[in-house]
Each structure stands twice: as structure tokens, then as C-alpha cells.
């Protein structure tokens, strides 16, 4: 029993075999599933996939590469979608300075604004965060998000910024990298990970596990990701798929088994 925490199904990478991608990973064990909504083409698509299996949900929000698109409105259409029951969380949200495309000062706006949002809410937060660890974590504690914690998305930071994190109420979720061979960072955070602050994603079609690296990433190749999560925590793999799956349920208070 696995739960893919992070995934973009609706992406046109999948647009000729998506049931088909879908009927994979259940084949390889795959329960439960999060689609990531993140702008003004997805969202919709998202909640279609929600609303067409029983097994997806669905979290919505504004990525930092997209803030500058973010107009009046969008916060409130984002917040009516939470009444919706297969929503668990607003996201992907947070910065991103590797990308040159919403400026810096436009993201922390838009970034602080949805946490504002969730709190308001009471709904959990996942959080992108690429090249800008520092001001993630300060911005996530002026903005009181331990009131609601949420999923630090493909955590890609050292073990000082985790223990930061962790202390916020975070989990802490990975996903291909952790197959890497030289992915050492990824690897040693992991390990020092509490079990019951772990989740385990794909981010497809994206951040593709070995031996797939390179090719499209799905959400069956979450198992790769759990196995090396075991491997790497001495543990089997049936108590890693058991315990992030649970961890999973529990962060997003999804109820059904």
C-alpha cells in the first residue's frame, strides 16, 4: 500500500497513456495519490482527475514560477475550492529562485498570502522550495505556518534547514532523487528523518528514480523511491509503505482506507 504524495498526472507528458499510467501504478501497489494543481491550466485538470477516481486527490494553489500570472480573484476561487472534499491541501506553493520568471518580491507575496489563506482555513500547505531555503523558512515562520504544517515537497535542503523544518510541524518528503548515486545530501536527510515525519513521492513526470532516470517519470515508480527510503532506514519495505502511507493519511486527514 503506497501513497504517491506528489505527482502531475494532468501534465501532457501523459495525454496519450494516461489511464494506462494510472492503471500502472495501481498494479505496483499504489493507493492513494495527490495531483498537484498550480496555476490557472491546471487547476482544472486536477480536479477533473479528482473528481474521475476515488483514489486521487487533489491540492491547489500558485507556484512561485507562476506568481506574477496571480490575479484578483484567484485567492478566492483557490479557497472555494478547499470545500471541495477531494482537496487536502493548498499547493504547491512557496519560491523559487533557480527560474527567472516571478520576481522575488512577487513571490513572497503571493507566497505569504496563501499561507494566510490556509491558516484561515485550516488546511495543510505543500511547499516548493528550489535554491531558496533561507527565506522559505523565515517566511514560514512570520507567517505562523506551524498553525497548519503541511509537506516540505522533494526536500532538497541540508539537515540543518530539516531540523528547521521539522520544528515548524513539517514532513518531510522524497522522491527519485534518494536513488541517485551521488545524491549524498538527499540521502543522509532522509535517514535522520523521524519515521513518522516521512513521505514518499515522484513528482512525475519529473525527478524519474534510478534505473529510469532520464526517461518520464510515473507514479508506480514510487516504489523505487520506497525501496531505497527502506534501504536506506534498515527497515522493510512493507513497514516504509505502511508507514509513509499512514503519515500521508494522517497529514492530509484523509479518513479512508
Sequence with gaps: MLFDTHTHLDAPQFDD?????IARAVEHGVT???NIGFNRETIPSTMKLAESYDFIYAA???HPQDAITMQEGDLDWIAELCSHDKVVAIGEIGLDYYWDTSPKEVQHDVFRKQIG???SLGMPISIHN???HEDVVRILREEKANEVGGVMHSFSGSWEIAKMCLDLGFHLSFGGPITFKNAKQPK?????TPMDRLLIETDSPYLTPHPYRGKRNESAHVRLVAEMAAE???VTFEEIAEITTRNAMERFGISRI
Design 60 to 62: 491547489v494553489g500558485w
Design 17 to 21: 497513456d494516461r489511464e494506462e499510467v
Design 130 to 132: 528550489r535554491d531558496a
Design 32 to 34: 492513494r495519490m495527490i
Design 117 to 119: 489563506l490556509a491558516r
Design 232 to 234: 536506506l532506514k534498515g
Design 188 to 192: 543522509e536527510v532522509l535517514t535522520k
